[in-house]
Structures are given as C-alpha cells and as structure tokens.
C-alpha cells in the first residue's frame, strides 16, 4: 500500500465518517440532556429521503437540506413529546421511530415517485459536490503535501467541513456556555436544575430539536452528498454505528470525532479490500470488518476498555416534585 | 398511580383506546395517499381471513410472532427491555439447521425434540453476553442487544457464504434439509382427521406456540421463579431486599427470552423452508416488541396481538397486490404506529382516561 493509497483512503474515511460524526453528536446533545436516543437512524433515514425528493422535485440541494431538517425535527419532537410530556419509554419511542421512519419513507417513496422507493436521481447541480481547493494542482507535485492537500484536506463538500467544524463548536456549546453547563446538569441531575429555576421541559425539548437538526444534515448528507437520491433503507444501520461511536465515545465531543474516523476508516477499507489477508493470521472476511463497529462497543461496555457510564439521569423522565 | 384504575381498564379499555389511536392515524396515512381507509380495511380483513387459505397464511406469521413476542414479554416483566429478539432468533435458525443437517433423520418427531434444544440453546446462547453485562457490569442491555442483532447479521451472512453453503452453488443458504425433519403441515394434520384446506406453510409449530404461550403463563404467574422475575421487574431494590438475586434472575431471564426467539425458527426454518437463507426473520423479532407491548406482556394478549399482525402480514400482502399504491410497507407504518401508541405515547390516553375515573370515585 503505497502512500498516495492511504492518503486516498484517508479521505473516504473522512467523507464516510461525517453522517456518522453528524448523528453522534445530535445523540450527544440529546442524552447528555437525559434523553436516550436510539431513533438517530430513524431520522437520518426520514431526512435522508425528505431531502432527496425535495431536492429532485425544486432542483435545489438547499431547499432539500431545509426539509430534510424538517422532517427529522418533526420525529424529534414526537420523540419529545413522548419522553418528556408524556413521560413514556424513551427506548420504545426511540424503536417506534426507527420503525416509522422505514416504513413511512418507502411508503411515500413508491406514492410519489413510483421507482420502487426511490428518488430520481439527481443532477450535479442539486447536490452538495466536492469543492476543490485553490493550488491544488500547483501544490501536486510537491511531495506528501501535495497529495495530503488533494486527498484529505481538499474536495470535500460543504457538510463534511460543517461536520468538523461542528465538533469544536459542540465543545464550546457543552463546556463554555451556560445553556451547555445546564444542558449537562439536566442529564446529570434535574432536580437540581429545577431547584434552581431552570425548566427542565424547555432545556431537554431544546436538547432534542437540536439532535433533531444535526440527523436532518446528517441524513441530506447522504442522499444529496454522498449519492445522488435517496435508496430505500439507505442509512443501513449508520444510525447505530454512530450510537456506538457515542459510548465509544463516553458521550464526548472530542473523542466522538475520533470513534467516528476510526468507524469510517473501518467501514473506507471494508468498501475498498473485500478481503484483508494480515500475515500470521490469514484472511479477514469483510463481515468482520463490518461488525467491527458493533464487536469493539461491546468490549466498551464490557468496561475492559474503560467504563463507559452514561449521563446520570439518562432514559428517566423527569417529574416535577409536588 | 397503576391501582388507581379496575383491572379491565388497565388491561383492556386503554390498550384498546391506544391501538384505535394508531388504526386512526394509519387510516388517515391511507387518506393521504389517495385510497379509501374502508375500502383498504375491507381488502385486509377478506385477504386474512376470508378463506383457508389467507387463515392459513396469517396462523403461520401468527405463530412466529407468539415466540418473538413472548421472548420480548418474558425480559420485559424482569424489567430488560430486549430488542436483540431479531439476532437471538437468527442464531435460533441456525441452531435449528444445524440439528436437522445433522443426522440422515428418520422422523420428524425425533428430530423435533433436539432442534427445539438446538434453537433454545442458540438464541439463549446469543443472549448470554448482553445478559451477563448487563448482569455483571451494568452496561445496557438495550445497547448490548442492538449490537448484537448487528453482529448476528454479519456472523450468518459470513457462515452462509463461505462455510454452509453447498459447494456451487451460488446462493447464500444452506442445503436443503432431509424429509424426515419436515414438520407435518396444517394440511396434513387436518385431512387426517376429515378436514379439508388449502395448502399453506401453516404446520405443527402453531400448536408448539401455544403450548409456549401456555408454558409462559405458568412459569410467570405460577412458579416462584416467576414470581422472582416479576418482583425484580417492578422495583429492583425491593427485590434485592427479599433476597432475590438480580444478577441471577437477569441471566434467567434473558437466556428463557432468546430461547424463546430461537423457536421461531422451528416456525419458519424447520417448518416451512426447509434450509437456512439468508436473513429468514426479516424483522419478525422487530414486531415482537409490538406485539409484547400490546399484548401487555400477558400471554393471552401477545397471541392475541399476534394473531393480529399475522392479519397484518397475510392481508397486507393481498392489499399491496390489490391496491398497488398501499405497498408492504404500510405493514411496517402501522407496526410503528402500534409501538408509537401502545408504547411510547401510552399516557395520551391513560392520563385522561385515569382522571376520569378517579373524579368519578370521588364523585
């Protein structure tokens, strides 16, 4: 594997890692407020489908990227107003999502479009393409900084740097405010929140809109980045890999990065070598590579690895002493 | 706040109230796509149980969902809420293939014992783990078994491609099991009594489902272990107080709930397919968690509830072919809009509901 291999890699790995990046971070918003999240996929897909049809229909990637928003804010607020109105399950809310979601996006799919659930396909004008940065020609011929420029740093599109760029500013947001310094009180201990005046209601529904919005750009992403339309089940399964990220992650800005670039990684060299042959061991079948993800959580949460402990407060609804 | 309320409001005018919330809103998806909601109730209702044949189409889904759903209600009553049926029955599937490629089986009713051990120690076997962590370290079994239903998927795709599939071939399956393990039809048995019905993959494992059924009951309303696992269930303290062991009724628990998700593969594999492909439980596990939620994790409600989304599956099927525009997929909105109103937003109705009846009693 020469350099220019694993420089082109690297990139993949970087486009592959965004919705995975996008969705772990709208999970950490969301339970580090106390709200468990496991409908990140469910709305990732409804966004990813309401992006790419909305784009085909006005020919615009940004009116697209607005409803897939939308249509992820709406299954957020449903997920809020089960699990903090009404005080439900929010694991079961989380799997009726998923499920909603799947069913509602390959329903209307068929509806609309008749192609078997999926959307036109779009044309380069209504997607978010890779934009190349200056001297990228110039600086080719210069040696490991010419093709570090072109692979890695170079040629992504809008959302992958809006990916990256939203790590610090979650950092920021969670560590340096008042709204994060109460967003981590609410996951960690709420009564003491509302003790001290601040509503518990306001700041966890704000927890979740805001989860809401970062799968809605995680799922335009990939119909409208990433491809080119929207496929039936087309987050397959990206909605967990990006919760393991998450525990992975111990519910954390910085290091969720990381989990979701080695996740990307993993998932960049699966697509690229069906089968890994390391020396000694034999052959890796790609199934292992694609359970990875799963496989190294488990361990996470066997605590072999370091404990992951979850927001305190976390999956239990809130309910107002009287 | 529960006793507050009769039993048959409890356990049957709100579930009732909630699953017509979900039939309202799925009706007005209907609405939205440009069909008549009644006309689509009419098509469904005839296609599930308007002749043998659809009856027998919808008891075989039925019966597949009575196991997934008790394996979902028999960890939701210790409190563990198991999303991991899916992965527990594809190892159950495998379990089962296993056993009848096994042996050149004369039988069936001598191969049927070993694979029901076979599919309950496979399913079990994948529960293990997340039980064990969340028994012994606290990690979440929700996550643990999401997880696992991902690495079950790889780990049967990996062994159906390259180490069960017959040599040649080019589909990812097993080979065909030997006669002797096919499980009598529904056809078989009843013409041999005098009965006469269509051919359908309705067989034997119909009635192992509600002697299942029947075997939940007991063990949770009438053993002590059950009694352990319900007491674990409604407050954890309380039952570390009485000196119930919560790691042992967690293990217990969770290892009788994928057991009881690997016996779907006697519907299915051992019963209708007669191989292991790729993928047989196509989100039956899935449609437990409905099922057990409607059903009020009672076992007279998960096969009432199954007996009504095997009329879903069946008569969905004849809808999509009568009315394109309704596509299978419909099956799976209204599965979400069961969980979504059984389940998550349950206290729409209970709250009102409650509030009534609590101002009636002071009146």
């Known amino acids: 594997m020469d350099l220019e291999t694993i420089l082109q890699l690297a990139g993949a790995s970087l486009r592959l890692a965004t919705p995975l990046l996008l969705a772990c971070l709208a999970g950490l918003y969301s339970e580090r407020a106390g709200i468990f999240d496991i409908g990140l996929e469910g709305k990732m897909l409804a966004a990813a489908f309401a992006a790419g049809a909305v784009a085909a229909v006005t020919g615009s990637a940004w009116i697209g990227l607005l409803a897939g928003i939308a249509a992820s804010v709406c299954l957020a607020l449903i997920h809020g107003l089960a699990s903090i109105t009404l005080k439900g399950n929010q694991l079961i809310s989380g799997v009726a999502i998923n499920f909603l979601a799947s069913g509602l996006t390959a329903l209307i799919g068929q509806n609309w479009f008749g192609m078997g659930g999926q959307t036109p396909q779009l044309q380069a004008s209504q997607r978010f393409l890779g934009i190349s940065w200056p001297f990228v020609d110039r600086l080719a011929s210069v040696p490991l900084l010419g093709p570090l420029y072109r692979h890695v740093i170079s040629g992504h599109n809008l959302l992958v740097y809006g990916a990256l760029a939203a790590v610090p500013l979650t950092w920021w947001v969670l560590y340096r405010t008042r709204f994060g310094l109460r967003l981590r009180a609410v996951g960690e201990n709420p009564a003491a929140v509302d003790t001290a005046g601040v509503s518990v209601v306001r700041l966890r529904y704000g927890a979740v809109v805001i989860a809401g919005v970062l799968c809605g750009l995680a799922g335009a992403y990939l119909s409208t980045a990433m491809a080119a339309g929207f496929n039936r089940e087309m987050t397959a399964g990206k909605g967990f890999i990006a919760l393991a990220a998450l525990i992975f992650a111990k519910w954390r800005p910085w290091p969720a990065l990381g989990a979701c670039l080695l996740f990307g990684a993993l998932e960049a060299i699966g697509i690229r070598y069906q089968a890994i042959t390391i020396p000694g061991v034999g052959v890796v079948p790609v199934q292992l590579m694609q359970a990875l993800p799963y496989i190294l959580t488990v361990v996470i949460l066997a605590g072999f690895v370091g404990k992951a402990i979850p927001p305190r407060a976390g999956g239990r609804p809130y309910v107002k002493e009287r | ?363």
């Not at chain 2, 089962?96 to 049927?112: G, N, Q």
């Not at chain 2, 009635?207 to 319900?230: M, N």
């Not at chain 2, 047989?280 to 989304?309: K, T």
């Not at chain 2, 809808?319 to 309704?326: Q, V």
């Open chain 2, 1 to 363: 706040m529960k006793s507050a309320l009769p039993r048959w409001v409890d356990f049957a005018l709100i579930p009732l109230l909630n699953l017509a919330l979900a039939f309202f809103v799925a009706g007005l998806v209907v609405l939205v796509i440009g069909e008549n909601p009644i006309e689509a109730m009419r098509l469904l209702l005839v296609g599930s149980l308007g002749s043998s044949y659809g009856i027998g189409y919808t008891l075989y889904y039925a019966t597949t969902f009575v196991f997934t759903g008790l394996s979902v209600a028999i960890a939701y009553h210790a409190g563990l809420f198991n999303i991991g049926a899916e992965g527990q029955a594809q190892l159950g599937g495998l379990g089962v293939a296993l056993v009848c490629l096994a042996l050149p089986w004369p039988a069936w009713w001598l191969a049927l014992p070993v694979a029901i051990l076979g599919a309950g120690l496979f399913g079990a076997a994948w529960a293990a783990i997340p039980a064990y962590l969340q028994a012994k370290r606290g990690s979440h079994v929700v996550i643990t078994t999401i997880m696992f239903n991902f690495i079950a998927s790889a780990l049967i795709v990996y062994l159906l491609v390259n180490v069960l599939k017959v040599p040649g071939s080019m589909a990812p399956e097993t080979a065909g099991f030997p006669p002797g393990t096919f499980l009598p039809t529904m056809q078989e048995m009843l013409g041999r009594v005098g009965v006469s019905v269509s051919k359908t993959p309705l067989n034997l494992s119909g009635i192992l489902a509600l002697v299942a059924a029947f075997l939940t009951w007991v063990l949770i309303w009438r053993t002590r272990l059950g009694y352990e696992i319900r007491a674990f269930g409604h407050s954890e303290p309380a039952a570390v107080y009485a000196g119930i062991s919560p790691v042992k009724i967690t293990m217990v628990a969770m290892l009788l709930s994928g057991a009881m998700a690997g016996m779907m593969g006697l519907n299915v594999v051992m019963g209708f397919q007669h191989r292991l492909v790729l993928d047989y439980v196509a989100g039956a596990g899935f449609v437990g968690i409905a099922v057990s939620l409607m059903g009020r994790s009672h076992p007279v409600g998960v096969v009432l509830a199954a007996i009504l989304f095997g009329m879903l599956y069946q008569g969905g099927a004849e809808l999509a072919f009568d009315m394109p525009s309704i596509s299978r997929d419909m099956i799976v909105v209204i599965q979400a809009l069961v969980i979504l109103f059984t389940g998550a937003l349950e206290n729409l109705v209970r709250l009102p509901v409650q509030r009534l009846f609590l101002r009636r009693r002071a009146a």
